[in-house]
């Protein structure tokens, strides 16, 4: 059986665990192994769309984290997020990538556990493929994908793109500042460590 280990911090990093008892352990890679509780799970599937040239996919494979990299650290919402926790937000969502040809153009995430919630994040076009109908496919697209039809709740924060959910049936929460929590980490972007798979884990007999 293959297994890898969660990438590590410092567990006197963590806020408030320091006098518990931590596990910090390696697990079995899921989809590698049918006992696996996550070998199912609807992020291993694929799920494509295609119109007028262009390819709307799941596929984590194509991503172009040159693109969407390049894109989020110039976007107003996360200006200077580094590359390393933009490739583990997308390992850690469903991601949809637009393409025409080998060209990514439009990404988009959704952090979900496919029942209770739905978050979309993350949503762009590239400028110069703007104003063509993309973004709206894209959200559509996300909103038909057969594994998140049974989610009770999608949620977003935008700035000023209310417009475009509003065509799918997001609505505005009234009271909102009554209702809702955050926390938030001390720095702006903590960055994860690199994965950092044990040699001698990864060559262990089943
Ligand atoms: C928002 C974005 C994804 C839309 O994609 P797009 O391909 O340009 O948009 P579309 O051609 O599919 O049309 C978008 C629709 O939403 C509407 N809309 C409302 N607010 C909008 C906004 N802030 N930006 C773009 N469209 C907006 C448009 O009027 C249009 O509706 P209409 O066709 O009925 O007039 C894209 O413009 C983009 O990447 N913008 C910069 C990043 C961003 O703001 N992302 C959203 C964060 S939640």
Redesign the pocket.
């Known amino acids: 059986m293959a297994v890898g280990k969660l990438p590590r911090r410092p567990v006197s990093a963590w806020h408030g665990v320091e006098s518990l008892d931590v596990k910090n352990q390696s697990l079995p890679v899921p989809g590698t192994d049918s006992t696996n509780f996550r070998y199912n799970s609807p992020m291993n599937r694929l799920f494509e769309v295609t119109r007028d040239g262009f390819i709307i996919s799941t596929d984590p494979a194509r991503l172009n984290f040159d693109v969407v990299h390049g894109y989020l650290q110039r976007?107003?919402?996360s200006p200077g997020v580094p590359r390393g926790v933009v490739e583990r937000a997308a390992t850690n969502s469903l991601c949809f990538g637009v393409y025409t040809g080998e060209d990514q153009v439009?990404y988009a995430r959704v952090i979900t556990d496919f029942t209770a919630i739905a978050y979309l994040a993350d949503?762009?076009?590239l400028e110069s493929?703007?104003?063509?109908?993309?973004?709206?496919?894209?959200v559509q697209t996300m909103l038909a994908h057969p594994e998140l039809q049974f989610v009770r709740k999608w949620m977003?924060f935008?700035?000023?793109?209310?417009?475009?959910y509003e065509?799918f049936g997001f609505t505005r929460i009234p009271n909102v500042e009554n209702r809702s929590l955050e926390r938030r980490a001390a720095e702006p972007w903590p960055d994860p460590l690199p994965f950092d798979p044990d040699p001698a884990l990864s060559k262990a007999e089943p």
């Open positions: 976007s107003y919402w439009g949503v762009f076009v493929y703007q104003g063509r109908g993309l973004g709206k496919w894209l977003l935008t700035r000023d793109a209310h417009g475009l065509q």
